[in-house]
């Protein structure tokens, strides 16, 4: 298991890396990260909809109403230009630190 401060961490990056390939709404997000990290990681929907209200506000992603779908109309996220600009910045830090911690940790990686 992962430590939940690590992925706070990158939380921007995986919500952002997944909008990128499509609109998504809440509990979809949540359920492709449990999929893509093979249960390792569960984000918890509320801190979820803190994470996405904080990137809506910093115009990050946009959201929209979605159809109805069983009895309920679903708020779907959408990735913003800044937003995908935002996200190769992550991404380039991030492959900073992977070298770092390589550098650091050397062996001891397997």
């Known amino acids: 298991m992962v430590s939940?401060?690590?992925?706070?961490?990158?939380?921007?990056?995986?919500?952002?890396?997944?909008?990128?390939?499509?609109?998504?709404?809440g509990y979809e997000i949540v359920n492709e990260i449990k999929i893509r990290t093979n249960n390792l990681f569960d984000i918890?929907?509320?801190?979820?909809?803190?994470?996405?209200?904080?990137?809506?506000?910093?115009?990050?992603?946009?959201?929209?109403?979605?159809?109805?779908?069983?009895?309920?109309?679903?708020?779907?996220?959408k990735i913003t230009a800044f937003g995908k600009a935002y996200y190769l910045e992550l991404v380039r830090e991030y492959k900073v630190l992977k070298e770092i911690m390589f550098n650091i940790l050397g062996g001891d990686i397997s």
């Open 44 to 77: 918890k929907e509320a801190t979820l909809y803190s994470v996405v209200q904080r990137l809506e506000k910093r115009d990050l992603i946009t959201s929209y109403m979605g159809e109805k779908s069983h009895g309920r109309t679903r708020r779907y996220y």
């Open 4 to 25: 939940s401060d690590i992925i706070r961490g990158n939380i921007d990056t995986i919500i952002l890396k997944l909008l990128q390939e499509k609109d998504m709404y």
